[in-house]
């Protein structure tokens, strides 16, 4: 016994060393005698609260005691949260009384490295923040650095970068489908959400060379024109994929489990929603009726025929079915876009931004030198600080540029959607079941690459 | 008992080649998803790549089942010291496998956010280049890391990289400090 | 085209009227208040029909001092944007209020929208401005034992030097 007993006493010392490696001190959740009122507040998703309101004591005992609850620790590394989503919930048995996410495991740094690439470089860094949607920010930080440069995109540029988000907000809600269906136990939905999608990459790797990450929409335009034969393809895609929503709908729609485990859970208002600063499919899921793809036109989607979908009850399955109709609609407007893709330039003339085309840069040195400045050292963007805001599938995505003057921006934020949408977890998780918070989780639809940037 | 003697077939080998067949063909990779490779993990183990083709289409949750983590995706500060610990929970024998440059080497992240290669916390077998690395490069990885486990050692792993740190003669376990010890402030 | 175009009405503040203003900021709507201004202007804009706050961000203007602002305003090197965004009037407002680096402590604008939470989180774990009546100020994205405000010019990118394990050898 004795050459064993060190052993287990190393074993348990290493528990508490890596216990004490994990801890996050005071980013986590604690007993209620040692948190403050207001964020007990917060946590408990009684936020908008505070000016006065009381909490509704019969919604939730709010006065419970510490020895009647549990703190049990979600994450990082959970299969249902969507990457590595920390959460820390207090349970009264199986109802969630408080909850609160704990984020930052895949902060990347990318603000501070976005400061030392050059404006042509930028593109691939912010196209790796949301991994599911690179075009919406690429296109979101190529718009910023156009405002501030003060040029205007060719007209077949805006139609390519129209069609290509919108081909990307298919995917991005397929794949959504396809987790929410893993979670929610549909395996199928998981295969075939994800065989769809593939439709959509191999379009992409054609047109761009790279399936996800495709650094695709640069400022001035875009990087390549669109394949030949380009129509086929994409109407394929459309017709496939429109035909398959209604797949889906006999799978999942009407479905008595899916329905059950959606319905009525996790329901907010749309005044609780707007003073979250929440947006995209969960803001609309209350009913208001905010995209910006309509409310502030950017690109050429005033010239687009197609709806807003808009929920009414604010719960799951409102924004289950907002996702699902999202997709018919952008395949509503990529239809269009086949139909009056104006021809012309993919990328502005401006040579400030673009390169020389390539037979050029055979035949003139000044040439081959303006396309080595361009792309050593940049161009340079007049001072400034500069919002733009688009719609991303999972809200706006703001891209806030401070330009000193040189050929890198000076400071770049990105307001990313899923990072405060993020929240509204305490609110749509109190009173739920355990078993809802996955449902939560996944019908937020965050993104952590975007969430910790 | 003379050959002549039985009635049925038989081969003949070493228990070691069976073993190794074994494990080879029935690896669980761990879920340890991190960012956009964990999208092309999941997109592998669909119905276009089907790693189930290669008995590893079931993805344990828990570490305790699983042989094979892919740590998918770039790994910051914060979850390294995560990263060491679910390792750790893993059973031997147990494989690493790096998907994407982020993990492999840090890629175009070089700065105070990431660590700079998760062959800095856990050994790694095999590494995937990519950002994000194609189905089918990951599949081209686990090929690659099937064939190591065939053709190795089955009671020494590893002879050389990281490994070869944590496992040593004089300690036979993996060290009581994770070496994912947080790497410092940059200055 | 442009996603947040002012709709050309003049924004009068008359209730805080030495809040310096400048009306065509990249056409956005702009209000550079003190710090003591600061709630009170917010307040006021949430009345006025803004009922979102979009985005808040600080920026650290340590190496690039020279910017433009409104006569009266002085330039400090921390600066936290608050973007508001109006539903129902379909436009948008900026507000910069400017910190001093020796005393980067701001209030929080938590009571008027509670859905800067994580922003604000987020910029003090980033810059380490202070926002005071937060409920729980603490650090975000960083472990929470880091030293030391990433975003800051002064904090180095931390960039490791690529390391090769064998050199190519000769020639």
Same mark, same amino acid.
């Given at each position: ?94 109802? $969630? ?124 335009? $875009? ?136 037979? /050029? ?21 007049? $001072? ?26 000076? /400071? ?42 | ?187 | ?171």
């Amino acid at each position: 016994m004795s050459d064993i007993t060190p052993t287990t006493v190393r074993s348990i010392e290493r528990e508490a060393l890596l216990v004490a490696e994990t801890s996050e001190g005071a980013q986590e959740m604690f007993r209620r005698e040692q948190t403050g009122a207001d964020e007990l507040r917060r946590e408990l998703g009684a936020v908008l609260k505070v000016d006065g309101r009381a909490l509704d004591p019969n919604n939730i005992d709010v006065e419970r005691d510490d020895d009647e609850t549990m703190i049990i620790n979600m994450g990082p590394s959970h299969p249902s949260t969507h990457g590595v989503l920390r959460i820390m919930l207090e349970l009264d048995g199986e109802t $969630v009384l408080r909850s609160k996410p704990v984020i930052g495991y895949l902060h990347t740094g990318m603000e501070k490295t976005g400061e030392e690439l050059s404006y042509v470089q930028g593109g691939t860094n912010v196209t790796r923040m949301d991994y599911l949607s690179p075009v919406t920010n690429e296109l979101g930080y190529s718009m910023a650095v156009e405002k501030l440069l003060n040029i205007e995109v060719p007209e077949r540029a805006t139609w390519i970068r129209m069609m290509m988000s919108e081909l990307n907000r298919m995917s991005s809600h397929l794949v959504w489908m396809a987790t929410n269906g893993m979670d929610l136990g549909s395996t199928s939905m998981m295969i075939y959400g994800l065989r769809e999608r593939e439709l959509i990459l191999a379009f992409f790797e054609k047109t761009a060379g790279l399936r996800l990450n495709l650094n695709y929409v640069r400022p001035g335009g $875009v990087a390549a024109d669109l394949p030949d034969g380009w129509q086929d393809d994409v109407e394929v895609i459309c017709d496939t994929i429109w035909a398959r929503t209604f797949e889906y709908d006999q799978l999942l729609t009407g479905q008595t489990i899916f329905r059950q485990r959606l319905e009525g859970v996790a329901a907010i208002t749309a005044e609780e929603a707007i003073a979250l600063s929440l947006t995209g499919p969960l803001l609309r899921s209350t009913g208001v009726p905010w995209d910006l793809r309509r409310t502030m036109p950017y690109l050429a989607y005033d010239q687009v025929e197609f709806d807003v979908i808009t929920g009414t009850y604010g719960d799951n399955f409102d924004r289950y079915a907002i996702r699902l109709n999202e997709i018919r609609e952008s395949v509503r407007i990529v239809r269009q876009c086949i139909e009056m893709m104006p021809k012309g330039d993919f990328r502005t003339q401006d040579p400030k931004v673009t390169p020389p085309p390539r037979a /050029r840069i055979d035949e003139s040195m000044e040439a081959l030198i303006h396309h080595f400045k361009l792309f050593t050292e940049g161009f340079h963007v007049p $001072v400034g600080e500069v919002y733009s805001a688009i719609e991303s599938p999972r809200g706006e995505l703001g891209c806030y540029i401070v330009s000193d003057g040189g050929p890198k921006p000076y /400071r770049i934020h990105v307001r990313a959607p899923s990072f405060v949408n993020l929240q509204a977890i305490p609110l749509l998780m109190r009173g739920g079941m355990m078993s809802d918070t996955i449902t939560v989780i996944s019908t937020i639809d965050p993104v952590m690459g975007e969430v910790d940037r | 008992m003379a050959l002549e003697d039985l009635s049925h077939n038989f081969l003949t080998g070493s228990l070691e080649d069976l073993v190794k067949w074994a494990r080879r063909a029935s690896m669980w990779p761990a879920s340890f998803g991190l960012a956009c490779c964990a999208i092309e993990m999941m997109a592998a183990g669909a119905a276009d790549f089907d790693l189930a083709r290669f008995g590893m289409e079931v993805f344990r949750n828990s570490p305790r089942q699983a042989d094979l983590m892919i740590v998918a995706g770039r790994v910051s500060q914060k979850m390294a010291p995560v990263l060491r610990q679910v390792y750790d929970q893993m059973m031997e024998p147990k494989w690493v496998l790096a998907m994407g440059v982020c993990a492999s080497s840090g890629g175009m992240f070089n700065n105070y956010a990431i660590v700079q290669g998760v062959d800095q916390i856990v050994p790694v077998d095999v590494y995937a280049p990519g950002c994000p690395p194609s189905p089918e490069t990951l599949m081209h990885a686990i090929l690659t890391l099937h064939e190591k486990v065939r053709t190795g050692e089955i009671t020494r792993r590893r002879d050389s990289g990281a490994g070869a740190a944590l496992v040593t003669p004089e300690s036979p376990w993996t060290p009581e400090v994770p070496t994912a010890v947080r790497l410092g402030t940059p200055k | 085209m442009d996603a947040g175009s002012a709709d050309g009405r003049s924004i009068g503040n008359p209730q805080v009227s030495n809040v310096a203003t400048q009306p065509a900021l990249n056409a956005v709507e702009g209000y550079f208040p003190t710090r003591e201004q600061y709630l009170d202007l917010i307040n006021q804009l949430k009345a006025e029909g803004f009922e979102m706050a979009v985005d808040l961000c600080a920026v650290d203007y340590l190496s690039h001092p020279g910017r433009e602002l409104p006569e009266g305003i002085t330039p400090e090197r921390f600066e936290v944007v608050v973007n508001l965004l109006s539903l129902s009037q379909r436009r948008r407002c900026r507000v910069r209020v400017q910190v001093p680096e020796n005393d980067p402590v701001i209030t929080s604008i938590f009571s008027a929208y509670v859905g800067v939470e994580a922003m604000e989180r987020e910029a003090y774990d980033m810059f380490g401005v202070v926002f005071t009546d937060h409920p729980s100020l603490s650090r975000i994205l960083m472990p929470e034992d880091w030293e030391g405000h990433p975003l800051r010019k002064d904090y180095g990118i931390g960039r490791v030097p690529v390391q090769f394990k064998e050199g190519p050898g000769p020639r």
